[in-house]
């Protein structure tokens, strides 16, 4: 069982940054691909980020490419979304969750592929 809590969700300015850590207990997570997930009010669930176990391949939702990055540091076992001038359709609750039994270079980007989540960070970004 894989336990998963995010923070440094906030309250920003349009053109802030913000970063997110989504920090596991429970089991390492050197073997799980991690991914960011974000809900707005009325809206699904999407996905945003995600990056493999192994040699740390990423992927990106593309109206965050270039503003977002993921990363990792397996020895902390934590995982970070780092966001740069964000927007106020930035506005969401985000998830971390944890994918289990993926290839080592898989960047999985649907939820149905992910065994473990978070409960979840407030982003909201103001105009």
């Known amino acids: 069982q894989v336990q998963l809590v995010e923070s440094g969700g906030r309250l920003v300015h349009t053109g802030g940054s913000l970063r997110l850590s989504c920090a596991a207990s429970?089991?390492?997570?050197?073997?799980?691909?991690m991914g960011w997930f974000r809900q707005a009010p009325g809206k699904e669930r999407e996905f945003v980020a995600t990056?493999?176990?192994?040699?740390?391949?990423?992927r990106y939702k593309e109206s965050v490419m270039g503003r977002f990055t993921v990363s990792r540091d397996n020895a902390q076992n934590t995982v970070y979304l780092q966001m740069s001038s964000l927007k106020p359709e930035d506005t969401a609750v985000y998830y971390c969750?944890?994918?289990?039994?993926?290839?080592?270079?898989?960047?999985?980007?649907?939820?149905?592929?992910?065994?473990?989540w978070g409960q979840g960070t407030q982003v909201t970004v103001s105009s």
């Open positions: 969750a944890a994918a289990k039994g993926v290839g080592a270079f898989k960047t999985p980007f649907l939820s149905n592929e992910y065994e473990y």
């Open positions: 990056i493999s176990w192994s040699a740390g391949l990423t």
């Open positions: 429970g089991r390492t997570l050197s073997a799980y691909a």
